[in-house]
C-alpha cells in the first residue's frame, strides 16, 4: 500500500510533461552532435567540462562529478576520446595514485568548432521557445531540485 498521497491532476500532468523531456532532449542533443561532430552529448559534455577547467585538466574522480558519471562510464568515455586524439591521460603530478584527463589540442578545436552547433540545438529545441520569465522559472526549478538531486553541487552548477 501506498503510503505518499496520489499527484494531484495538475502535478500529475506536469510530472508527466517533465519525464517526457527528460527522455526526448537527450535524443535531439545526441543526434545533433553525432551528425556534426561525431560525439554523442555525453562526450561532448566531458570535453566541454575539461575546456573549462584550469590547463583544460581534471582528475578523473573531479571530471566524473563535473559529469555525474561512475568512473568506469567515464574511463571507456575518456578512452575513447583519447583514442580519437580528443582527450589525454597523464598521471597526476600531485598524487601519482590519481589520473588527470587533459583536452588535447584537437579536442579544444572540436570544441570550438562544435560549440555553435549545440548553442543552436539547444536555443531551438529549449531556450527560444521559452519567455524570459520562463527561463527565469526554468532556472529557479532546476536549482530546488537540484538542492536535493545534488546537495554537495557536486556538477558545479549551482549558485551561478
Not at 494531484?8 to 508527466?16: I, K, N
Not at 575518456?78 to 589525454?88: P, Q, Y
Not at 579536442?107 to 540545438?121: C, L
Not at 531540485?145 to 549558485?159: C, E, S, T, W, Y
Amino acid at each position: 500500500m501506498c503510503n505518499a498521497p496520489w499527484l494531484t491532476g495538475p502535478q500529475l500532468r506536469a510530472w508527466m510533461r517533465f519525464v517526457a523531456v527528460v527522455e526526448l532532449l537527450p535524443g535531439v542533443l545526441d543526434t545533433q552532435l553525432q551528425r556534426d561532430a561525431q560525439l554523442s552529448h555525453f562526450e561532448y559534455f566531458v570535453m566541454a567540462m575539461l575546456s573549462e577547467a584550469p590547463d583544460k585538466t581534471l582528475r578523473m574522480t573531479d571530471l566524473a562529478d563535473h559529469t555525474n558519471a561512475t568512473l568506469p562510464r567515464l574511463s571507456h568515455v575518456v578512452a575513447r576520446l583519447e583514442k580519437r586524439g580528443l582527450v589525454a591521460r597523464t598521471r597526476c603530478a600531485e598524487d601519482r595514485r590519481a589520473t588527470n584527463a587533459t583536452l588535447t589540442e584537437s579536442g579544444w578545436e572540436m570544441i570550438q568548432a562544435s560549440a555553435p552547433g549545440h548553442v543552436r540545438n539547444v536555443r531551438d529545441n529549449v531556450i527560444d521557445l521559452l519567455t524570459d520569465e520562463q527561463v527565469g522559472q526554468l532556472e529557479a526549478i532546476s536549482e530546488a531540485l537540484l538542492q536535493k538531486l545534488d546537495p554537495a553541487n557536486r556538477m558545479h552548477v549551482r549558485g551561478e
